[in-house]
């Protein structure tokens, strides 16, 4: 069982995305009962995370993406979302969603200077 990600791409710096991660039927519960979140990992570095949400929607995020970057969730469709605007250089990398023990298979977002 793998989550769905989509929506990374190529983008200027300064522009915006979406990404978007969904899960199937049989982890309905699981949406409902744990923090989804998302993560990243550039080339050569660690996997870092970047914004997680909890169960009545409170959302955390890492320092480097605070006021820029928006997490939000569809408990019954499954789906969480991560609205990434002013975007940098430094954002280039593969974005993974996670929720309990189940992982997205990462979509690459570049950002060109």
């Known amino acids: 069982v793998q989550l769905q990600a989509s929506g990374g791409g190529l983008v200027q710096a300064g522009g915006s995305l979406r990404l978007s991660c969904k899960g199937p039927r049989m982890i309905l519960s699981v949406f409902n009962s744990e923090v989804p979140a998302w993560y990243r990992q550039a080339p050569g570095s660690q996997r870092e995370l970047v914004a997680e949400?909890?169960?009545?929607?409170?959302?955390n995020y890492a320092d480097f993406v605070k006021g820029r970057f928006t997490t939000s969730k569809d408990n019954n469709k499954r789906t969480v979302y991560l609205e990434m605007n002013n975007l940098k250089p430094e954002d280039t990398a593969m974005y993974y969603c996670h929720v309990g023990t189940y992982w997205g298979q990462g979509t690459l977002v570049t950002v060109s200077s």
């Open positions: 949400i909890s169960r009545q929607s409170r959302s």
